[in-house]
């Protein structure tokens, strides 16, 4: 081709000097007649080209059986690959590769999330934000634990805290033991009374936390109504002292089995954001004077209707995501009258997993005795009509023989 157009280049420039010499027998060609020729001429040469290349394709140097055998076997497993990615585009391949990519987007998303949590719990304890308790623990890196167990108790209730310590609650070296080696860590929880200076309650409670070293103190004042706000700087508290998968608050009048407590909550440790406890949604109660009075009724409705679906509060677990979560708005959370509805209050607008847990309401003896006989020991026992252990300091220990699960249960126990 190259040929050809170098050919046709020096055909027009020798055209001046073949006008100059006399034609013989024949007119000279114009130049549209050479024009058209030289066109002509590369449209041929085109054509010619393309023949060629078709022919050399289409030969081969050997013209074998055995090339032409490999030839049309190629052409077949050429065919079957077609065919092969055909079969991949399938509507029901689409759908499974969707279905993939969702939910390793959602993996991402809760990678993501669980991610940005941390960083922010991070910044909540390096900005001691919380003051108190919750300022001195931003200044230590926080211990790591499997589960944080909150007992929240009351300046009166020293002999429900002795009961505890005589049956489910471990003392002295067994305490730290199993804070060691299962990463469960209890405690009692109390702030302060409010007598500027400190009072003889305040003294009387730092003599027992001498002796027994098994307390969390808040930078919170003491009152039947202000629960809620107990529980806020309780989670805020026990976040930046500890790093734990799970928070646990339970009351001082209820038996716990604590191997029973952390085999259940280990079923849920790869989830992000789960809150167990035995769900229920009481009555809001409008009339003034009654106990679980909810003078913010108006905001839940009519008159009769019911509260959203929240743990009751005898005893209830959340995860780190969302005890960290509540550290860190804390101070704007809303606080209801029952303490048990605002944590379910904060919580309930959350992509959160809420588990009702029943083994973690058993009533006392003879129930939860007769299902511990069938192999089906309770998480926690109490009863229903006093919010707790009716007498608990002088049952605890007959609810405990009945109803717990053994010594060395919750050193067996999966954490």
């Not at 211990?143 to 929240?152: D, E, R, T």
């Not at 646990?248 to 079923?267: E, Y």
Request: aromatic residues 6%.
């Amino acid at each position: 081709m190259l040929q050809l157009l170098r050919a046709m280049m020096a055909l027009t420039e020798r055209q001046p000097q073949l006008e100059k010499k006399p034609a013989r027998g024949r007119a000279p060609l114009s130049g549209k007649a050479v024009a058209a020729l030289c066109v002509t001429s590369f449209v041929v040469g085109l054509l010619l080209s393309g023949n060629v290349s078709l022919m050399s394709a289409s030969a081969s140097p050997s013209s074998s059986s055995t090339d032409s055998a490999d030839s049309d076997k190629s052409i077949r497993v050429s065919g079957c690959d077609n065919e092969r990615k055909l079969g991949e585009n399938h509507p029901k391949d689409l759908l499974n590769e969707v279905s993939r990519t969702h939910q390793a987007i959602q993996s991402l998303d809760k990678a993501v999330s669980t991610l940005e949590m941390e960083m922010a719990v991070e910044r909540a304890r390096g900005g001691g934000g919380g003051g108190g308790a919750a300022s001195m623990a931003s200044s230590r890196t926080p211990q790591k634990a499997f589960v944080v167990v909150g007992i929240n108790t009351a300046f009166t209730s020293k002999k429900r805290r002795d009961s505890l310590r005589d049956t489910w609650v471990p003392r002295g070296d067994k305490l730290r033991k199993l804070e060691r080696e299962k990463g469960i860590v209890v405690r009692f929880v109390i702030g302060h009374s409010g007598t500027p200076g400190g009072g003889a309650l305040d003294r009387a409670l730092d003599a027992e936390e001498a002796e027994t070293r098994d307390f969390m103190r808040l930078d919170h004042a003491e009152g039947y109504h202000e629960l809620s706000s107990k529980t806020r700087t309780y989670f805020t508290t026990a976040v930046a002292t500890w790093d734990a998968d799970f928070y646990v608050k339970v009351d001082d009048d209820i038996h716990l089995n604590l191997g029973m407590l952390a085999s259940r909550l280990a079923k849920h440790r790869t989830r992000p954001r789960v809150y167990v406890g035995c769900m229920k949604s009481g009555p809001v109660l409008s009339q003034k004077g009654v106990k679980y009075h909810e003078p913010e009724y108006w905001k839940f409705g009519d008159e009769g209707n019911k509260y959203f679906r929240h743990a009751t509060g005898q005893i209830y677990a959340i995860s780190k995501d969302l005890a960290a979560y509540i550290s860190i708005n804390q101070p704007i959370l809303h606080r209801f009258a029952n303490e048990d509805v605002s944590l379910g209050a904060w919580l309930i607008g959350l992509e959160v997993e809420h588990v009702d847990d029943r083994s973690m309401c058993c009533a006392t003896p003879p129930d939860c005795e007769w299902k511990k006989r069938a192999g089906n020991v309770c998480v926690a026992s109490f009863d229903w009509s006093c919010s707790g252990v009716c007498k608990s300091v002088d049952r605890m220990r007959h609810i405990h023989k009945a109803c717990g699960e053994g010594e060395g249960a919750v050193w067996n126990a999966a954490t």
